[in-house]
């Protein structure tokens, strides 16, 4: 899957533990910047800068209210690794689908090895 | 028994890792062996993608393993590596190399794989770890090209739940 070599799309966005836990922390619910500095225990300026990276690639939002800037998940630009990783995850169900068959077999066996 | 058809999941804990998780209704011996037993890998391996047509196993620490499928395409994928750890029937690490890449020996993988039993049942879980992040995402990506372009008929089916 070729994707941008720069923070230009969700993949690489979301590449940066940093982050992924701000997105953590705004599933929760809206909050303002200082939120984020004190529960990450990161520097404003840091926490600014990934707050800016989230919204180039629109995985955040942000609204004014009163005097405070108030930023929010948006997790549609998730779905594309979401899909991605999901075809992954069907590759491997395929495989232990017929991996419950054959233990369907042992057990049987074993059943029979107990009379 | 609980049906557990259809209910692996696939997390990427860190940049450079894939988990994977799956319960069994089988005892872990039985788990162990449907996964080291070359006959019972010929079974399962390729999932629906194509048909194994070689496993090998020498199933002791350095000892090497090479599995290789004839895909639905028609072409063939191969993968090898070598055990690390083996403790039966719990715990086996090993080395994952796709061999359809170029330079494959620069983009080894490990596997741990670690198998826990409760009530006859099996908790699988499998953590893979790469070298780098896009080592992993190519990993991915080969896990399902290796047979032919899947509909998306079933993706459509799938909810987003990540909000």
Redesign the interface.
């Given at each position: 899957m070729a994707r941008a070599a720069t923070t230009t799309d969700a993949f690489n966005a979301v590449a940066e533990p940093r982050r992924r836990q701000i997105l953590d922390l705004l599933a929760q619910g809206e909050r303002p910047v200082n939120d984020l500095v004190a529960l990450l225990g990161l520097a404003q300026p840091q926490v600014s800068k990934h707050l800016r990276v989230l919204r180039e690639v629109d995985l955040v939002r942000v609204r004014d209210e009163g005097r405070q800037r108030l930023y929010r998940l948006n997790a549609a630009p998730l779905r594309p690794i979401h899909d991605w990783l999901r075809k992954y995850e069907q590759a491997w169900n395929a495989r232990f689908d017929l991996m419950d068959t054959i233990l369907a077999e042992l057990n049987e066996e074993d059943s029979h090895d107990d009379d | 028994m609980t049906t557990?058809?259809?209910?692996?999941?696939?997390?990427?804990p860190?940049?450079t890792q894939?988990l994977?998780t799956?319960e069994?209704?089988?005892?872990r011996r039985?788990?162990w062996?449907?996964?080291t037993d070359p006959e019972?890998i010929k079974?399962?391996?390729?999932?629906?993608?194509g048909t194994v047509t070689s496993a090998e196993v020498d199933l002791r620490v350095g000892g090497r393993w090479r599995y290789v499928m004839t895909a639905n395409g028609g072409f063939e994928v191969a993968f090898r590596g070598e055990y690390r750890e083996i403790a039966e029937p719990e715990r086996l690490v090993n080395t994952e190399i796709f061999e359809g890449i170029p330079d494959p020996d620069d983009h080894v993988g490990v596997i741990t794989l670690t198998l826990t039993e409760k009530d006859g049942r099996t908790y699988l879980e499998a953590l893979c770890e790469y070298g780098d992040?896009a080592t992993r995402?190519a990993v991915?990506?080969s896990?399902?090209e290796?047979g032919m372009q899947?509909s998306y008929d079933?993706?459509e089916q799938?909810a987003?739940s990540?909000?």
């Open positions: - | 557990t058809s259809g209910t692996a999941k696939v997390t990427l860190a940049d894939i994977i799956r069994f209704g089988a005892p039985n788990v062996r449907a996964y019972l079974r399962w391996w390729a999932g629906d993608k992040k995402d991915i990506d896990g399902m290796s899947e079933a993706l799938v987003v990540l909000s």
